[in-house]
């Protein structure tokens, strides 16, 4: 009986909240960023970590509806196994944002998958498009009727196979002097050993548990060079593949997505600017405060007076002056190992910070290919080396 009347309480809560309940520890929840052919369906999947224990939550999401519609062929959201042993609501709301909630008897501490959806493109979606997560705050509850606190994060779904991302046209400010490549070439390169392994430098067996928790993405084999890194994005948060049990490692990203990348890497911080410098870059999109922390750090001035350009296609020498930026700008000694480094090129410092902090080994004996486009499993390695500290193994 009191089984019941706990859950009759909790399914009120989720309809009209509750009043000056005491707050309990905070979770954090985000949107896996995802990757879809136009006219094909991706699964978005939404995830919680830091869980205190919860017995009611409620998020609203939302997305460009020009470009997705809401696949409803099994339902209009699906519970993730952290959370099947409770009750899931799903709601589409009139402008076709989702209010989806789940109540228990009892409150459910673990983390991990906490429901999916499915979107599909548009035959003329193209580029990239922010998928929000809004958490009710009212409605997020424990069993001991407390409010929860939980913080959200973006998502974000590539279209493929469409037009390239918009190319930068306006004189890049990156540069501190230079000019940055404003159409990265695509990139046919791995990225070589460094010497630096985080894994190894912490010195410890690896646990059961450590190994359970392993995410295994089809598309990343256990000897890709990138597979620890991956495995360290996912666990810190930076990234949650792009769905279908994939991480697409090959896959090119945005100004935008690096950005995000790094912010997260960071804590996801408040920015400590509320000015927005950028006219593309809107308040709703998924790397607002990223990109504005960004601005305040140091990491980027955008690509023109008023513009960051997140659309575009980031090269490995913007990913590296990104890095360079936010560890510090510091100071580079020694000589250049690379034979397609530009002396004055404006991110000369940065690549020789990266070379020596173990951050990048270059693509080939001497070579670091600066132009190519960076590809997800080269950005994730030098944010996973750069977690090292620097230390050698």
Same mark, same amino acid.
């Given at each position: 009986?009191?089984?019941?009347?706990?859950?009759?309480?909790?399914?009120?809560?989720?309809?009209f @909240?509750?009043? /000056?309940?005491?707050?309990?520890?905070?979770?954090?929840?985000?949107?896996?960023?995802?990757s879809?052919?136009?006219?094909?369906?991706?699964?978005?999947?939404?995830?919680?970590?830091?869980n205190?224990?919860?017995?009611?939550?409620?998020?609203?999401?939302?997305?460009? %509806? /020009?470009?997705?519609?809401?696949?409803?062929?099994?339902?209009?959201?699906?519970?993730?196994?952290?959370?099947?042993?409770?009750?899931?609501?799903?709601?589409?709301?009139? =402008?076709?944002?989702?209010?989806?909630?789940?109540?228990?008897?009892?409150?459910?501490?673990? =983390?991990?998958?906490?429901?999916?959806?499915?979107?599909?493109?548009?035959s003329?979606?193209?580029?990239?498009?922010?998928?929000?997560?809004?958490?009710?705050?009212?409605?997020?509850i424990n069993?001991?009727?407390?409010?929860?606190?939980?913080?959200?994060?973006?998502?974000?779904?590539?279209?493929?196979?469409?037009?390239?991302?918009?190319p930068?046209?306006?004189?890049?400010?990156?540069?501190?002097? @230079?000019?940055?490549?404003?159409?990265?070439?695509?990139?046919?390169q %791995?990225?070589?050993?460094?010497?630096?392994?985080?894994? !190894?430098?912490?010195?410890a067996?690896?646990?059961?548990?450590?190994?359970?928790?392993?995410?295994?993405?089809? #598309?990343?084999?256990?000897n890709?060079?990138?597979? #620890?890194a991956? !495995?360290?994005?996912?666990?810190?948060?930076?990234?949650?593949?792009?769905g279908? /049990?994939?991480?697409?490692?090959?896959?090119?990203?945005t100004?935008?997505q690096?950005?995000?990348f790094?912010w997260? $890497?960071?804590?996801?911080?408040?920015?400590?600017?509320?000015?927005?410098?950028?006219?593309?870059?809107?308040?709703?999109?998924?790397?607002y405060?990223?990109?504005?922390?960004a601005?305040?750090? @140091?990491?980027t001035?955008?690509?023109? $007076?008023d513009?960051?350009?997140?659309?575009?296609?980031?090269?490995?020498?913007?990913?590296?002056?990104?890095?360079?930026?936010?560890?510090?700008? !510091?100071?580079?000694?020694? %000589?250049?190992?690379?034979?397609?480094?530009?002396?004055?090129?404006?991110?000369?410092?940065?690549?020789?910070?990266?070379?020596?902090?173990?951050? %990048?080994?270059?693509? @080939?004996?001497?070579?670091?290919?600066?132009?190519d486009?960076?590809?997800?499993? !080269?950005?994730?390695?030098?944010?996973?080396? /750069?977690?090292?500290?620097?230390?050698?193994?």
């Amino acid at each position: 009986m009191k089984a019941q009347r706990t859950a009759l309480f909790l399914a009120c809560v989720l309809l009209f @909240g509750i009043g /000056n309940a005491q707050a309990a520890n905070s979770a954090t929840a985000w949107v896996s960023d995802s990757s879809v052919s136009p006219e094909e369906t991706t699964e978005l999947s939404i995830h919680l970590s830091g869980n205190p224990g919860l017995a009611a939550w409620m998020f609203e999401l939302s997305w460009d %509806t /020009n470009a997705f519609t809401l696949d409803t062929g099994n339902g209009l959201a699906q519970v993730g196994d952290a959370f099947s042993t409770g009750t899931l609501l799903a709601h589409q709301k009139e =402008d076709s944002s989702l209010t989806v909630s789940w109540y228990s008897a009892r409150n459910v501490s673990a =983390d991990g998958e906490i429901f999916t959806i499915k979107l599909k493109a548009n035959s003329n979606a193209s580029g990239s498009y922010p998928v929000n997560i809004t958490c009710s705050a009212e409605n997020t509850i424990n069993a001991a009727e407390q409010l929860v606190p939980v913080s959200c994060n973006n998502g974000s779904i590539t279209v493929l196979g469409t037009a390239q991302p918009t190319p930068i046209t306006t004189p890049a400010q990156e540069t501190g002097g @230079g000019s940055d490549s404003p159409t990265p070439k695509p990139s046919s390169q %791995t990225e070589k050993p460094s010497g630096t392994t985080p894994a !190894q430098v912490e010195n410890a067996p690896e646990s059961a548990e450590e190994a359970m928790l392993k995410v295994a993405f089809s #598309d990343v084999p256990q000897n890709a060079y990138y597979y #620890d890194a991956v !495995q360290w994005a996912v666990k810190n948060g930076v990234t949650n593949g792009t769905g279908n /049990n994939s991480f697409s490692p090959n896959a090119t990203c945005t100004r935008a997505q690096t950005v995000t990348f790094l912010w997260r $890497a960071a804590g996801s911080p408040e920015p400590t600017v509320q000015s927005n410098p950028f006219s593309d870059v809107k308040a709703d999109s998924y790397y607002y405060k990223a990109v504005l922390w960004a601005v305040a750090e @140091g990491v980027t001035n955008g690509t023109g $007076a008023d513009t960051f350009s997140p659309d575009a296609t980031v090269s490995r020498a913007q990913t590296v002056t990104f890095l360079w930026r936010a560890s510090g700008s !510091q100071k580079a000694e020694g %000589t250049s190992p690379f034979d397609d480094l530009e002396k004055d090129a404006y991110y000369a410092d940065a690549v020789q910070w990266a070379v020596e902090h173990k951050v %990048t080994g270059g693509t @080939g004996a001497n070579t670091f290919s600066p132009s190519d486009s960076c590809i997800r499993a !080269q950005i994730v390695t030098f944010l996973y080396r /750069n977690a090292a500290g620097g230390k050698s193994e």
